[in-house]
């Protein structure tokens, strides 16, 4: 980090005069071109592409490709799993759903965060000391490679493909708004740089893109709701009476709100978000990038302080945000603020900005070119981590162990785990564009409700259970791909929203399909693994006292290979 | 294979074992009660949640809301601490003692 301590000064220092250059007006849905966001924006590709070259001339074997060679420290490694984690989504989602709703923006966050100290207590260590390059390393480790491997596979790649297009399609909206810049030539543009920071530099340069992005959001974060605090003499209370004096809900945005109606649906959502993070496979290769269980645990304590602490953060941004945006005609509507006679329905480009016009309040225009900036490279930095499990997924669990049997060469697996990427960049800008005008919201729900109810299902159990079967994990936890997806499609927010069948006529009531799938996916694991009396079963319950010492202990775990 | 029964045999190991995941499951059924605890509130008691703070318009769910999250954060630091101070020490042991 030190290293490029001094070069993102300089590139900082030399901001304000490309600060300095007009802006156009520009009318309709775009943003007027904001020069100070754009030069910012500039700096940090440039800062980026610098490390993408440092990180591709130090990449050479398939270790420095998908896990960095083990070199990364643990607190490095927790501030990359927090940048991976503090998407655009939920910076941006999370603060304007408490500009909105108020309380109900933190039960979020809560849950958001709760799956942490799980991942800790249960998966991390023996994650690093079980597995490789992906966490099909960890759940084929005793039982049948090709089945294991394909079933991960799957859900891997239907989980990213939909976070995927879920950020594609908010990265090409925000970019849109914040920039000035066509739909397109924004989706192009992170589709772009996200090929070439993952080929050149695989996971060296994306968890290097991730770190700095991290650090670049916590403080801006930081200094916004220092700011905003500022302006009320540091009293909460001074800004919730603020907050419940000018929002139209009044009183009730200090307790949950109708967000949750359903109690049931809330404990199937709570289930997603707790164990989604558990199961998402971007998230569980940063445990093979450090050097071993010790780093892989601290790696998790850091992230989940970082994580908690943003979340405050955020909830502390949404509140300024009503007080500070909602009663300032500059970042209003005026023709919604006629109809509806309230600021926050009336915020321009949508609840998703409260955070940007909040930075503008605070910080003027050049602290709003930083903050659009960051939520830029936010979506950059994620994607990248995204394509790369993928292509991971491909190269090393589809084409190296299933078909090559895992006799594939090393320099074609890099090959093809390149050529993934690209393959997956054309499809994630084609996509991207496709769904312009689609809601995609539930995207995000339903890739962790996949990762709940087909990943972490099978990776616990085959941690844990000596009786888990190659049978019982495959039908398990294809009964729970299938159930999480068939369940996301029969959900209001699929059938109704998107589907567009009448109000109510939704056949689930959960928004969520995790308390459903999640237990099928477990029932159908157990269910057929004490039925199944193959010789295949046999061996794979022999198979588990070796690997259970090695969980434990990390005799025999891959060792790191930093140069 | 032999030396695979020899650590399972080893007392280091055996109580490596025992008390990390008997901490790793007790500290996830904390983490879990607390949670669902707060999401019960939430669906089943919304207004408890919004009964307000002395004379101010602070509710009682702002504190309860933060605490679950740094009660997140807590309890992985005493998982974390443990495993630093005492599950350490014994892997280091198991590892010298059963090289092969």
Known sequence: ?563 | MSNLAKIERDPNYQELVRRRSSLGWMLSGVMLVIYFGFILLVAYAPKFLGIPLGSGVTTIGIPIGLSVIVLAFVLTGIYVRQANSSYDVLIRKVVEENRP
């Open chain 1, 1 to 563: 980090m030190k290293k490029f301590s001094w070069l993102s000064a300089i590139l900082l220092a030399s901001m304000p005069t490309i600060a300095l250059a007009a802006g156009s007006i520009d009318g309709g849905s775009k943003q007027a071109t904001n020069w100070s966001a754009i030069g910012m924006f500039v700096g940090f590709v440039g800062l980026t592409l610098v490390i993408t070259y440092w990180a591709a001339k130090r990449t050479a074997s398939a270790a420095d490709f998908y896990s960095a060679g083990g070199g990364i420290t643990g607190f490095q490694n927790g501030l990359a799993i927090a940048g991976d984690y503090m998407s655009a989504a939920s910076f941006l989602g999370i603060s304007g759903l408490v500009y909105t709703s108020g309380y109900d923006g933190l039960i979020y966050s809560v849950g958001w965060l709760v799956g942490w100290p799980i991942v800790t207590f249960l998966i991390a260590e023996q994650l690093r000391n079980l597995g490789k390059f992906t966490f099909a390393d960890v759940t084929s480790f005793r039982l049948g490679q090709t089945e294991i491997r394909i079933l991960a596979a799957c859900g891997s790649l239907v989980t990213v493909a939909f976070y995927l297009i879920a950020q594609m399609v908010g990265a090409g909206k925000l970019i849109q708004l914040l920039f000035g810049l066509d739909y397109w030539i924004a989706v192009v543009l992170v589709g772009g740089l996200m090929m070439i920071y993952v080929t050149f530099g695989g996971m060296k340069a994306t968890t290097w893109v991730q770190i700095i992005k991290a650090v670049l959001l916590l403080s801006g974060a930081t200094f916004m709701a220092a700011a905003v605090l500022y302006k009320f003499g540091f009293s909460p209370e001074a800004l919730f009476a603020k907050a419940t004096e000018v929002h139209p809900k009044k009183l009730a945005i200090m307790e949950p709100g109708s967000l949750i109606s359903n109690p049931l649906s809330a404990i199937s959502l709570g289930l997603a978000l707790m164990f989604g993070t558990a199961g998402l496979p971007h998230i569980l290769m940063r445990f093979f990038t450090v050097k071993d269980a010790q780093a892989a645990r601290k790696s998790v304590f850091y992230a989940t302080g970082f994580i908690g602490y943003f979340y405050i953060l955020t909830f502390i941004i949404g509140f300024g945000a009503i007080t500070l945006v909602s009663t300032d005609a500059m970042f209003l509507d005026g023709s919604i603020l006629e109809k509806t006679k309230s600021g926050i329905a009336a915020i321009k480009g949508g609840s998703n900005m409260a955070a940007i016009h909040l930075a503008n309040a605070v910080g003027g225009n050049l602290f709003l070119g930083f903050i659009s900036a960051v939520a830029f490279a936010t979506i950059l930095a994620v994607v990248s981590g995204l394509a790369l499990a993928g292509a991971s997924s491909i190269s090393h669990d589809l084409y190296a162990m299933v078909i090559k049997g895992g006799n594939a060469n090393e320099q074609d697996e890099i090959r093809v785990s390149k050529i993934a990427t690209l393959v997956l960049g054309v499809l994630a800008i084609f996509l991207g564009i496709v769904f312009e005008n689609q809601n995609v919201a539930f995207m995000v729900g339903l890739a962790f409700a996949i990762a709940a109810s087909c990943n972490f299902p099978v990776l616990v159990m085959s941690i844990f259970w000596r009786g888990l079967t190659t049978r019982g994990a495959v039908i398990g936890g294809f009964l729970g791909l299938a159930s999480a997806v068939l369940g996301v499609v029969l959900s209001p927010a699929v059938w109704e929203a998107t589907l567009g069948f009448a109000k109510g006529s939704a056949p689930i009531k959960l928004d969520n399909p995790a308390l459903f799938s999640m237990a099928l996916a477990f029932a159908g694991i157990w269910l057929v693994s004490i039925l199944d009396r193959s010789k295949r079963a046999a061996a794979d319950r022999d198979g588990f006292d070796a690997q259970y010492v090695r969980s434990q202990t990390g005799i025999g775990a891959a060792s790191a290979t930093a140069h």
